[in-house]
C-alpha cells in the first residue's frame, strides 16, 4: 500500500454527532526506532510487543458545526482539561487532514484517561495517539461501510504513525513490526503489521514488568533524541544493526531461542543509550539505579540459568523481560532484589496483549 492508497472516497453524508470509545495498549520496543526522516519516516525498522496493561482509553464525542474552516474541540485527561496537550493534537490534526477530510466538519470532544498514573515516566503518546486513531477511523468506518478490517487496522496505524512514530504499534496485539525491511514481507515505513513469520510458544506470553525508576519528566524528549539522529557520527551504522537483528530475530523467534533474544534485546537497549550519549549534544536518561538493576538482572541470570532480560525505552525505567514458564522466579526475584531500586518501590506487572478494544 501507498500513501495515496489511505484517502478517502468521497463522502456523502454526514452524521450530525454521535460518540464512540477506544482502549489502545501501549507497547515496548525488542529493536528500536531511533531517527526519522520528514513526515514520521523511520530511519530503520522497529519491532516490538504490543502491551496489555499499560493501555489509554478515549472517547470522542462529535457534533456538526458550521464553520469549517479551521479545527475545534476539547479536550480533557481524566474530566479535567488538559490545555498543554492540545497543540500537538492541532499538529496531528492538521498533518491527517488529506486523509480525514472530515476533520473540521466537527467539533470534537476528546475525553482521555490513562491506566497508568500520570507522572510514572511512562510516556503515554504511543497508547494515546493509537487511541485517538482509532476513534477518528471509527467515525470514517461509518461513513465507508465498506471499509474491511486490515485496511481500518492499516490506516488506524498508519494515522497514528503521523501523530508518534511508535503509535503505529499499539493497534494489533502480539509482535508488531513497523518499517519495511526486505526480509519482512508485507512491512512498511507507513504503518505496523502483525510479525508474519512462525514465533515459538515461549515468545506469545512473555511478561514485561516495568520498574518505575524516575517518574520525573524526561530532561531529553523523543522527538529531539530523534533528531540528534541527523549528522550522528554512529547513525549509518546504527541504522544497519537494526535490519541486521531483524533478520537475526526471525530464526530466534521461530526456533525460540531465548539466548539469541535476550542478546538482541539487550544490545539494542543499550545501543539506544549510547546513541544518547554520542550525538551533540550528549545526553544520558539512565539513573544509577537503573544501572544497579541491569548489573542485578546480569548477575541473577548468571548464577540460576533464568532467562530473564532487561530493555529500555527513552527513559530511566527498565523493562523486565522474562517468558511464562519462569515467571515465579522472574516476580520473586525482582520483588526480592529489584523493586528497592524503584521510585517509592513502584513498578507495573504487564505482558504481552492482544491489541486495542472498541469499548
Ligand atoms: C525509544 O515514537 O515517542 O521508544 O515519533 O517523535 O513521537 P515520535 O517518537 P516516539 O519514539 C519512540 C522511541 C523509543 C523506541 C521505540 O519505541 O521504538
Known amino acids: 500500500m501507498i500513501q495515496k492508497d489511505f484517502l478517502p472516497n468521497q463522502y456523502t453524508d454526514l452524521p450530525e454527532e454521535g460518540k464512540v470509545t477506544w482502549k489502545a495498549p501501549s507497547n515496548i520496543a525488542l529493536v528500536k526506532y531511533w531517527g526519522k526522516r520528514k513526515n514520521q519516516i523511520p530511519a530503520n525498522p522497529s519491532i516490538s510487543f504490543t502491551l496489555d496493561a499499560c493501555a489509554t482509553t478515549t472517547k470522542v464525542i462529535y457534533s456538526k458545526k458550521k ?33 480525514l477530510p472530515f476533520l473540521k466538519s466537527y467539533h470534537f470532544k476528546i475525553e482521555t484517561s490513562n491506566s497508568f498514573p500520570h507522572s510514572s515516566g511512562i510516556a503515554s503518546s504511543a497508547s494515546g495517539m493509537a487511541a485517538l486513531s482509532l476513534c477518528l477511523m471509527d467515525i470514517e468506518r461509518q461513513l465507508d461501510a465498506g471499509m ?36 519482512v514481507s508485507g512491512s512498511s515505513d507507513l504503518f505496523g503489521i502483525q510479525y508474519p513469520y512462525e514465533v515459538n510458544a515461549v515468545f506469545k506470553n512473555f511478561h514485561d514488568t516495568i520498574l ?85 538482572i546480569w548477575s541473577f541470570r548468571k548464577e540460576t540459568k533464568v532467562p530473564i532480560c532487561f530493555t529500555l525505552d527513552a527513559g530511566a525505567n527498565v523493562h523486565v523481560l522474562y517468558p511464562e514458564s519462569v515467571k515465579e522466579k522472574a516476580i520473586q526475584f525482582i520483588q526480592n532484589e529489584l523493586v528497592a531500586h524503584c521510585e517509592n518501590g513502584h513498578y507495573i506487572c504487564d505482558r504481552i496483549g492482544s491489541g486495542a478494544k472498541k469499548l
Open 212 to 296: 518505575l525508576v524516575h517518574k520525573g519528566e524526561k530532561q531529553v524528549s523523543s522527538t529531539v533524541g530523534h533528531d540528534l539522529m541527523h549528522n550522528h557520527p554512529y547513525a549509518e551504522n546504527r541504522f544497519k544493526q537494526a535490519y541486521a537483528n531483524l533478520d537475526k530475530l526471525k530464526t530466534v523467534f521461530s526456533e525460540g531461542n531465548l539466548e539469541g533474544f535476550i542478546e538482541i534485546v539487550e544490545s539494542e537497549a543499550l545501543t539506544l543509550h549510547a546513541m544518547m550519549m554520542t550525538s551533540m549534544p550528549y545526553f544520558i536518561l539512565m539513573k544509577p539505579e537503573t544501572l544497579e538493576i541491569i548489573n542485578k
Open 67 to 99: 464553520d469549517v474552516s479551521q479545527f475545534s474541540f476539547d479536550l480533557l485527561l481524566d474530566g479535567k482539561p488538559k490545555e498543554d496537550f492540545k497543540p500537538k493534537i492541532e499538529v496531528f490534526f492538521e498533518r491527517i487532514l488529506d486523509y
Open 148 to 183: 474491511d478490517q486490515d485496511l481500518f487496522n492499516r490506516k488506524a496505524s498508519f494515522l497514528a504513525r503521523l501523530g508518534s512514530g511508535s503509535a503505529c504499534r499499539s493497534i494489533e496485539g502480539g509482535i508488531i513490526q513497523w518499517g519495511g525491511h526486505s526480509g
